[in-house]
């Protein structure tokens, strides 16, 4: 949950504690990615271990790509109850593949939440961005809210990368990047330079046998279609074959 910084107001019912606490009209607690079971209804809005439980809770809301992604990153915790409750409406927040945003309803107030857990509204990769929807109360995380943080467009950096990839394709090179996240999208840009060979570290192979993409590398465009996940090599498993992750 890094850089969060929720302010609470005791009139909103939200509290930061394990997690992120939102107290219901009629006493009913949701609680956003906490580490433990606490609360009447867990929410996980992604698979980032800053956001993932250490026991699993009896059930939890959540995205089905988050589950699974959940499940392969807690081995030891075994099979994960998803539940869908009228109350918690996902949203996709743009983030890492699975991460769904929040809309809660109170259904004896009516007053709407939004717990954006991490999100993004630019479209990447196979990232649609994160649509704010309206509500009374927002709880807004961010790694990048501060204003020094500004980037250049999404198509200038991966066509930054994808250059860079061309130029040294005389030798190899290494590519630094979160196993469920910017490692998909690194592999991705190495597939549009035509770099053939990707070797990957054995948690980043864990979370791409999960793990669907675009058969197309860009989101640009109609949207792409999918996939099954991008074979690559974990570093047990190095060869000298063509990789692939065509
Ligand atoms: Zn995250």
């Known amino acids: 949950m890094t850089g969060s910084n929720v302010g609470s107001p005791s009139d909103t019912g939200v509290r930061?504690?394990?997690g992120i606490e939102i107290e219901l009209g009629d006493g009913t607690t949701?609680?956003?990615?906490?580490?433990r079971s606490a609360g009447d209804i867990a929410l996980l809005s992604h698979a980032h271990g800053d956001h993932l439980y250490d026991d699993p809770p009896e059930s939890v809301?959540?995205?089905a790509l988050t589950a699974a992604l959940a499940e392969a990153r807690r081995e030891e915790g075994g099979p994960l109850s998803r539940e869908t409750v009228p109350e918690i409406d996902l949203r996709?927040?743009?983030h890492v593949a699975g991460s769904r945003a929040a809309l809660i309803t109170d259904p004896d107030t009516g007053v709407r939440y939004c717990y954006t857990g991490d999100i993004s509204t630019r479209?990447?990769?196979y990232l649609p961005g994160f649509e704010p929807p309206d509500a009374d109360v927002l709880i807004l995380e961010t790694t990048y809210g501060s204003?020094?943080?500004v980037f250049p467009n999404q198509s200038e950096i991966e066509a930054e990368i994808v250059e860079w990839l061309g130029?040294?394709?005389d030798r190899p090179v290494l590519l630094f990047g979160y196993s469920l996240g910017r490692a998909q999208k690194l592999q991705l840009l190495a597939r549009r330079a035509d770099r053939s060979r990707?070797?990957?570290w054995k948690a980043i192979t864990r979370i791409n046998s999960v793990m669907t993409f675009p058969s197309t590398p860009s989101a640009r465009g109609p949207r792409p279609t999918w996939r099954p996940a991008i074979p690559s090599y974990s570093r047990r498993e190095r060869t000298t074959s063509r990789s692939s992750i065509r």
């Not at 949701?30 to 580490?35: M, N, R, Y």
């Open 123 to 125: 479209d990447r990769f």
């Open 198 to 200: 990707v070797l990957v």
């Open 167 to 169: 130029r040294t394709m």
């Open 30 to 35: 949701i609680v956003a990615d906490g580490t």
């Open 92 to 94: 996709p927040a743009g």
């Open 147 to 149: 204003p020094e943080y």
């Open 16 to 18: 930061l504690r394990d």
């Open 61 to 63: 809301v959540c995205s």
